[in-house]
């Protein structure tokens, strides 16, 4: 890989580098936007990263592109040592919305991703999975129940293990708890930190909520708008497994302090 | 209701606060009652307007005329007399222009919604055929087709076709942006986010176009029998008509206006057993 960039990054010391984005930058055609500029990052196996950053700074377009639902305009993306060029197996994504069809009842939801590239026997052989997901989830006697009957978090659960049915190498998440109250989320912040865990995939989070960057991440990227690019990336020492009572140390409290002025010195830009 | 919590608070032997939200009284008629009273209020109206020679008969028969009417045409109905042979003319060509409609405003709507050259290209020239006045086709489909049945299909069918394309085009473009996105990580190709995803979320706009639809085919088999001669139920309209015979004609109306009922409860009744998972809200009065 390129040896000058290497400084310019900073990585987590955990596993190997899963994700490398060097110079990606994108300008979207139609309004002439610089929604990034020049960002490089790597993400190592097993890692939890944040993004944070005001509205508009680019972090679903970055998101986007590492997932390969966008070409950069610039720059070059790569996962798991093949560069990404489109939509990929390795990638699990989930959205602000829990995106749950529905005529089809919780169960046939997260086999979705099986059934729709390995067809209709294959989701059928996953079903037994994802009864086991749903019931990690705390969603044991919902299986067979139509989302409509689903409260807003319980959608977002089983939309969790929609994304982790095929097993994806890294879970690319926009937003994925706002919409949910603020008990839910954290419920939902620590369950997702033992799914990461226990499958040991490498996360990248997009969150408007610094507390909630802080107790997930082992490192949070700041990010800056107009252009957005990468302001700095901040390591979080806080050890793991990470809990909710965390969030009254005093540590805890001083890299939220630390972030928030990163982010108030981009506000008057 | 009250009794949240275990612990008892001062407040547990004092009065409970329930009480009755406010229904105007109009709002809290039952359904069958309300439909009833209409009705008498209906018939009523007639009765007073007809007995008093307000008036003439030849332009509204009294109630009891139109009803003696409606029992000789129901037992010609019954007994397999000519007006069935022309209502299952009528049928027939409802049916077939129905069928038709469907067949083909799905596959244009399919063909708007679905492709940007549907869009751009085909779109326009289907917004313009559709503020012509269709029935103003009426006697090419004659020349073309025939005094037969053929020409009413054809109009019938012209007529409910453009809902369903605006239908389908729409309930193409109703799935949202994070569910195209997720059909995108997935994987999906074009024809399964098409039939796994898109068609799905439309059913309920589709269903809409199809609606409007059954309504559109009855009056353009009707009109093309007024029109365009035939042997079918307009026809019997038509004639009783000019004979000035209105009891008939009222009873004519009556009748067809429980096949195209039939019809439209059918296609209601399909959409409620195939977008089980979609509650309407535009007609029906329990909230
Ligand atoms: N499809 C698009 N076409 C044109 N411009 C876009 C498009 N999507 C985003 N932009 C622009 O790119 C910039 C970054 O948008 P992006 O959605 O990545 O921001 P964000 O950081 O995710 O914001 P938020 O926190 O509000 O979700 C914005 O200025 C936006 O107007
Ligand atoms: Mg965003």
New interface residues.
């Given amino acids: 890989m390129n040896t000058e960039l290497v400084e310019n990054e900073v990585g987590a010391p955990l596993g190997a580098p899963v994700y490398e984005l060097s110079r990606v930058s994108k300008t979207y055609a139609r309004n002439l936007v610089v929604a990034l500029e020049g960002v490089n990052l790597t993400l190592r196996k097993g890692s939890f990263t944040s993004v944070i950053g005001s509205s508009g700074c680019g972090k679903s377009t970055l998101l986007?592109i590492m997932?390969g639902?966008i070409p950069p305009s610039q720059g070059r993306v790569v996962l798991q040592g093949k560069p990404v060029t489109?939509?990929?197996?390795d990638?699990?994504?989930m959205?602000?919305?829990a995106?749950l069809?529905?005529?089809k009842t919780a169960v046939e939801n997260i086999v979705?991703?099986i059934?729709?590239?390995d067809g209709k026997a294959a989701a059928k052989a996953a079903m037994e999975k994802a009864y086991e997901l749903l019931d990690i989830v705390g969603l044991k006697g919902f299986e067979n129940v139509?989302p409509?009957e689903l409260s807003g978090g319980m959608a977002q659960r089983a939309s969790i293990c929609r994304m982790l049915i095929t097993e994806p190498a890294v879970l690319l998440l926009d937003e994925p708890f706002s919409a949910l109250d603020e008990l839910s989320r954290d419920m939902m912040n620590m369950e997702l930190q033992r799914i990461c865990t226990e499958q040991d995939a490498t996360a990248f989070l997009v969150t408007h909520s610094i507390q909630e960057a802080v107790i997930l991440s082992d490192e949070i990227v700041v990010m800056k708008p107009r252009p957005g690019r990468v302001a700095e990336v901040v390591k979080v020492d806080l050890p793991r497994p990470r809990t909710l009572e965390m969030m009254t140390t005093p540590e805890f409290g001083e890299i939220v302090e630390y972030i928030r002025g990163q982010l108030d010195k981009g506000e008057d830009m | 209701m009250t009794d949240v919590s275990n612990a008892p608070s001062p407040a547990d032997n004092a009065e409970d606060t329930v009480w009755v939200q406010e229904v105007a009284f109009i709002d809290s008629v039952p359904r069958w009652i309300a439909m009833t009273f209409v009705f008498l209020v209906f018939i009523g109206t007639w009765q007073f307007v007809t007995s008093f020679g307000l008036v003439s008969p030849i332009i509204l028969p009294t109630p009891a005329e139109t009803l003696k009417d409606m029992i000789f045409v129901g037992q010609n109905l019954l007994t397999g007399g000519y007006m069935l042979t022309a209502l299952w003319i009528t049928i027939l060509e409802v049916i077939y222009g129905f069928a038709l409609a469907i067949a083909i405003g799905f596959t244009l709507g399919v063909l708007v919604g679905e492709t940007a050259f549907g869009e751009k290209a085909v779109m326009p020239y289907l917004v313009a055929i559709d503020t012509m006045p269709k029935v103003a086709f009426a006697p090419l489909f004659v020349a073309w087709l025939g005094f037969g049945i053929e020409s009413k299909v054809a109009l019938a069918a012209f007529i409910a076709t453009f809902p369903i394309v605006v239908g389908t085009a729409a309930g193409l473009h109703a799935a949202?942006e994070?569910?195209r996105?997720?059909?995108?990580?997935?994987?999906?190709s074009r024809m399964?986010t098409l039939i796994?995803?898109k068609l799905?979320?439309g059913l309920p706009q589709i269903f809409t176009g199809l609606k409007i639809g059954a309504v559109g085919v009855m009056a353009g088999a009707i009109t093309g029998e007024f029109l365009g001669g035939g042997k079918g139920f307009g026809e019997l309209i038509r004639v009783a008509a000019s004979q000035l015979n209105t009891p008939r004609v009222f009873s004519l109306i009556l009748y067809l206006s429980l096949v195209g009922l039939a019809l439209y409860l059918l296609v209601q009744f399909a959409q409620r057993k195939i977008?089980?998972?979609?509650k309407e809200r535009v007609g029906s009065y329990d909230g």
Wanted: aromatic share 16%; proline share 9%; hydrophobic share 45%.
């Fill in positions: 986007k997932a639902l489109g939509p990929r197996r990638i699990g994504m959205f602000q919305q995106t069809f529905p005529w979705l991703p059934e729709i590239r139509y409509n | 949202d994070n569910a996105m997720l059909f995108k990580t997935m994987g999906a399964q796994k995803m799905p979320t977008v089980f998972w979609h």
